[in-house]
């Protein structure tokens, strides 16, 4: 286990905790992804929820067609404007996800200590003794005392809408399981999830590629989160098959990291993958409980030194139905950025929940209070120490600038940049102030038309911890030929005026590209 990554040393006080939390233009540097859905689809909520701190929205193809999401999605497009603040989309894919069908959508009370039958034959009706499930290879791939969970939206935690069952016998293709706590299923589908066992499903489903394909290119998604993924094969799978359709070349694939599979691989899948999801909801299911915080740590330790996101789920469950979390979600919420995640993501909290705005609001003020006692220092250290003489030219000028900052106590950190790699090597080393993100467009040509670049550079980058981007003029050079251009420094330095982030006085350090070198200066500013 790695050292603590909070800091308690002066001048963090007693006394501060009974201050009142300071309302900003960022509520935190940690990011927040919001799933939307029925309670979260208007533009009224939707605009609520980006001013509350919401910076990617996530679509979850598990429920609801294309029509649905397509109409959802133009409501965000419509909020954004009027907003006026970068949202990047996550379509997140079924994968290999088994379902109850519940065709009738009655009601299903399950009672403990009885049996239930589990049939791949979905002609039956579903009841308190017959479960119809969407695949006929459960039979082979169970045996008897395994563990089956089915729930509603992944997995609550709440006993009454969750069940746990015993496989008992297996008889043809059908299962016989013994129930062992008693729950009511209401809805149309149930997850269903067999504890530490392989699925002979594809990871990329005909489903997915499908809504991927029309879908997911008519919107050119920013981020696809890969569910279920287990192999790093995944992952260059999703990548060759985007790569075909026209305009998601450049989509980054995050890989959820739901079962005990994909920790086995969780080395390989990292390399492979431009971030990752700790998707605690369904870990938890195939895990130990007592062992789903270690892996928590190491896969955040392991993409913060590796550069690459790291996302953390199921944090503030109770907020789907409460105004308030509960003091444990609250403190999880916290260690998760102690941790070292860059952004937590609500689900069902802000897909059906009665409270979404709140629920965004309520974990940014938990997420900005966290960062002011994260141990930048120690952090700075150990990934400083990992990287080693192994260390890039561009990376070691992106570290000392982070370092530069801190010394001189910067307001912000301007960065400017094409592809916004840059940017992220500066975020690697955690920065206690903003990282601006300055993205310059670029001219390309597929031979047919031209194009400007930097749309999707700056959007992806909503999901890295720091990072707030600026989509510039295509007319200002990102690598200038003059270090002291005056015009392009003045672009970011008024949008950090106007978001109250920068001040009279202030000092500001610069990044950027002069020719084939990198520049790091640092500017005070005056009236």
């Not at 579903?126 to 969970?149: E, R, T």
């Not at 959820?256 to 971030?275: P, R, S, V, W």
């Not at 911890?465 to 003059?482: Q, S, T, V």
Request: charged share 25%.
């Amino acid at each position: 286990m790695h050292s603590s990554n909070l800091r308690l040393e002066e001048p963090i006080r007693m006394a501060s905790i009974l201050e009142p939390s300071k309302l900003t233009f960022f509520p935190a540097m940690t990011k927040i992804v919001g799933t939307l859905g029925p309670k979260s689809r208007s533009v009224e909520i939707i605009s609520g929820c980006l001013k509350a701190g919401m910076s990617v929205a996530r679509f979850d193809f598990s429920w609801g067609d294309t029509k649905f999401h397509q109409e959802t999605l133009d409501n965000l497009k419509i909020a954004i404007k009027s907003v006026k603040k970068l949202c990047a989309v996550m379509l997140d894919t079924v994968g290999p996800e088994l379902h109850v069908v519940n065709k009738s959508e009655r009601p299903i009370s399950l009672e403990a200590d009885t049996m239930v039958l589990l049939t791949p034959d979905q002609d039956n009706e579903a009841s308190s003794n017959l479960l119809p499930i969407n695949f006929h290879g459960l039979s082979k791939a169970v045996k008897k005392g395994d563990n089956i969970f089915i729930g509603q939206y992944l997995f609550s935690g709440n006993e009454t809408t969750s069940v746990w069952l015993e496989v008992d016998e297996v008889k043809g293709e059908d299962v016989v399981c013994m129930i062992k706590n008693s729950a009511t299923l209401s809805g149309q589908l149930y997850t269903l999830h067999v504890s530490q066992i392989h699925i002979d499903l594809p990871t990329l489903t005909d489903k997915d590629k499908e809504v991927i394909s029309t879908w997911g290119v008519q919107n050119t998604i920013d981020i696809l989160a890969l569910s279920y993924t287990r192999h790093a094969e995944d992952i260059r799978h999703a990548r060759n098959y985007l790569s075909k359709l026209g305009g998601l070349d450049q989509t980054q694939i995050f890989a959820k990291i739901e079962n005990t599979e994909g920790i086995k691989h969780f080395d390989e899948i990292l390399q492979e993958a431009d971030g990752v999801i700790v998707s605690r909801g369904t870990l938890g299911i195939d895990l130990p409980s007592e062992k789903v915080f270690l892996f928590q740590k190491a896969a955040i330790y392991k993409c913060n030194v590796a550069g690459k996101p790291v996302v953390v789920t199921r944090v503030v469950d109770s907020m789907t139905d409460n105004l308030r979390p509960t003091r444990a979600e609250a403190t999880d919420v916290a260690n998760a950025v102690l941790d070292g995640c860059d952004a937590i993501l609500l689900g069902a909290e802000t897909l059906r929940g009665s409270y979404p705005v709140e629920s965004i609001s309520t974990v940014g003020r938990i997420c900005s209070e966290a960062e002011k006692v994260f141990n930048q220092d120690l952090y700075y250290k150990k990934t400083s120490k990992h990287v080693g003489e192994q260390i890039s030219h561009l990376e070691s000028i992106a570290s000392s600038a982070v370092r530069a900052a801190i010394m001189v106590k910067a307001s912000v950190i301007i960065c400017f940049t094409s592809s916004g790699r840059a940017a992220r090597l500066i975020a690697k080393y955690r920065p206690t102030m903003p990282v601006l993100s300055v993205v310059i467009p670029r001219l390309k040509t597929n031979q047919l038309r031209w194009t400007f670049t930097g749309a999707f550079e700056a959007r992806q980058s909503l999901i890295v911890k720091g990072i707030f981007p600026i989509l510039a003029d295509p007319r200002h050079p990102a690598e200038g030929k003059n270090v002291t251009d005056d015009s392009v420094l003045k672009v970011a330095l008024d949008h950090g005026k106007a978001f109250g982030i920068i001040n009279p006085h202030d000092r500001v350090v610069v990044f950027q590209k002069v020719g084939d070198s990198s520049v790091v200066k640092i500017i005070e500013l005056e009236n």
